[in-house]
C-alpha cells in the first residue's frame, strides 16, 4: 500500500528535482546543436486527446474499433464515410486547437542558441551543404524538431518546414498511394486489380507506398 511522503523526503525529492531541471537548462542553454523530440503528451498539452483516446468513442467501440485499427488505409475503399469522418474529426480538432506556451519556450531556445554560437551555426550549415546538395537553396539550422505527432502544429506555428521531421507524417498533407489487390483461387486463376486513390497521411501511411494483399 503506497504511503505518503515524509515531510522530509518530499524535501528531498524537491531538491533533487530542483537540481535536475537546472542541469537539464544548463545543457539546453551551453548547446550547440539541439534536436527535440515530442510524442503525444506534447500536443495533450494544447488539449488534444493523446492517441490511445483520440478513437475512445461509443461508436467506435461498437465497430471494435480503435486507433490503430482505423488508421489502416484499407477503409479508404471499405468505408470511405468511415475514413473521411474520422480523419475530418482528427484535422478540425488540430485545426481549432490553441497552440500553447511551449512552442514560444523552444522558438526562443532556438534564436538564443543560434545568435549566441553565429560561427557555429555558419559553419554547420556549409558542412550539411557539403554533403547535401537538397539543402543548397533552404535555411540550414543546427535545431531540429522530430515528432510523432501528426496535428502539423510545429509548422502552423512557424518552424521552417526544414527543421521538422514527422514520422509519422501530418494530417495537412494528402499523399499519393496505389492499392493492389491480388486474389488467387484454389483453381490457380489469377485476378489482379488496381485502384488508385488519394488519402490522408497518418501512421500507416507514407509519401509512396504499395500495399499488397494476397487472399486465398
Known amino acids: ?61 461498437a ?5 490503430a485499427k482505423l488508421c489502416q488505409p484499407i477503409w479508404l475503399t471499405r468505408d470511405p464515410a468511415l475514413f473521411y469522418g474520422f480523419w475530418g474529426s482528427c484535422f478540425n480538432d488540430y485545426r481549432a486547437a490553441k497552440l500553447h506556451q511551449g512552442y ?22 556549409e558542412t550539411i551543404r557539403e554533403v547535401d546538395t537538397k539543402e543548397q537553396q533552404v535555411p540550414v539550422t543546427p535545431f531540429f524538431l522530430y515528432t510523432s505527432n501528426v496535428d502539423a502544429h510545429f509548422e502552423r506555428f512557424g518552424f521552417l518546414p526544414e ?21 488467387l483461387s484454389l483453381s490457380l486463376s489469377l485476378s489482379l486489380s488496381l485502384s488508385l486513390s488519394l ?14 494483399l494476397l487472399l486465398l
Open 1 to 61: 500500500m503506497l504511503q505518503e511522503p515524509t515531510l522530509e523526503n518530499q524535501i528531498k525529492g524537491d531538491a533533487a528535482l530542483e537540481n535536475a531541471l537546472q542541469q537539464a537548462a544548463d545543457a539546453i542553454d551551453g548547446a550547440n546543436v539541439l534536436i527535440l523530440s515530442t510524442g503525444a503528451g506534447w500536443s495533450a498539452d494544447s488539449g488534444l486527446k493523446v492517441y490511445n483516446d483520440v478513437a475512445r468513442t461509443p461508436d467506435y467501440a
Open 63 to 67: 465497430l471494435n474499433l480503435d486507433y
Open 104 to 125: 514560444e519556450i523552444i522558438q526562443s531556445w532556438k534564436h538564443r542558441m543560434i545568435a549566441k554560437n553565429t560561427e557555429f551555426c555558419k559553419s554547420f550549415a
Open 163 to 183: 527543421e521538422i521531421r514527422e514520422i509519422h507524417g501530418n494530417i495537412e498533407t494528402w499523399s499519393l498511394f496505389l492499392f493492389f489487390s491480388l486474389s
Open 199 to 212: 488519402s490522408l497521411s497518418s501512421s500507416l501511411l507514407f509519401d509512396f507506398c504499395f500495399y499488397l
